[in-house]
T-cell receptor, first 111, second 112 residues
Framework: DGGITQSPKYLFRKEGQNVTLSCEQN?????MYWYRQDPGQGLRLIYY???????QKGDIAEGYSVSREKKESFPLTVTSAQKNPTAFYLC??????????FGPGTRLTVL | KQEVTQIPAALSVPEGENLVLNCSFT??????LQWFRQDPGKGLTSLLL???SQREQTSGRLNASLDKSSGRSTLYIAASQPGDSATYLC???????????WGLGTSLAVNP
């Protein structure tokens, strides 16, 4: 089945730790995105990538880093510099500016 | 600056009712508009995408319309079912990049 997978589903981080969220797609989409969702707020774009080995900052990139070494993979690292990382993280992909399709999400909690 | 508003924030209807969800945007120069559904604790499911040149799109019991001149899109759900209960989000793609501008969503409850 074609789709987007995210792992883990739940992730717990201690203060000062870096953690990496996985996002993989087998849709052969060129573009991939990371969003953060907080209660009462709209989705906010963290980073996006239009092609392999290239990515751009979104609206809230501080404290996050990404890589795009393969077309199908776009991992997100939440660094210790992100002061309020507890949120629901969503990965998406698209062909150009066509419809974006989303993965099931990762819920990150800081202990 | 493009802004997207969804009204109402919450809606509760009895099963079988036809209903309309609204999405308004401030800048009519959009590339496309997409409607999504989100169940609690889950990812987003793409429902319908309307290109700027289109007036409406249909999928099953769902019909989305677009009126760029008035800055509005509506999502029509026919013969609502309890399984339609979810949060419905609209997002506008505008400008020269791939960023989506999001509304806050309408939380729909369909009561049996």
């Amino acid at each position: 089945d074609g789709g987007i997978t995210q792992s883990p589903k739940y992730l717990f981080r201690k203060e000062g730790q870096n953690v990496t969220l996985s996002c993989e797609q087998n849709l052969n989409h060129d573009a991939m995105y990371w969003y953060r969702q907080d209660p009462g707020q709209g989705l906010r774009l963290i980073y996006y990538s239009q092609i392999v080995n290239d990515f751009q900052k979104g609206d809230i990139a501080e404290g996050y880093s990404v890589s795009r070494e393969k077309k199908e993979s776009f991992p997100l690292t939440v660094t210790s510099a992100q002061k309020n990382p507890t949120a629901f993280y969503l990965c998406a992909s698209s062909i150009g500016r066509d419809a974006q399709f989303f993965g099931p999400g990762t819920r990150l909690t800081v202990l | 600056k493009q802004e997207v508003t969804q009204i109402p924030a919450a809606l509760s209807v009895p099963e079988g009712e036809n209903l309309v969800l609204n999405c308004s945007f401030t800048d009519s120069a959009i590339y496309n508009l997409q409607w999504f559904r989100q169940d609690p604790g889950k990812g987003l499911t793409s429902l319908l995408l309307i290109q700027s040149s289109q007036r409406e799109q249909t999928s099953g019991r769902l019909n989305a319309s677009l009126d760029k001149s008035s800055g509005r899109s509506t999502l029509y759900i026919a013969a609502s079912q309890p399984g339609d209960s979810a949060t419905y989000l609209c997002a506008v793609n505008a400008g020269n990049n791939r960023k989506l501008i999001w509304g806050l969503g309408t939380s729909l409850a369909v009561n049996p």
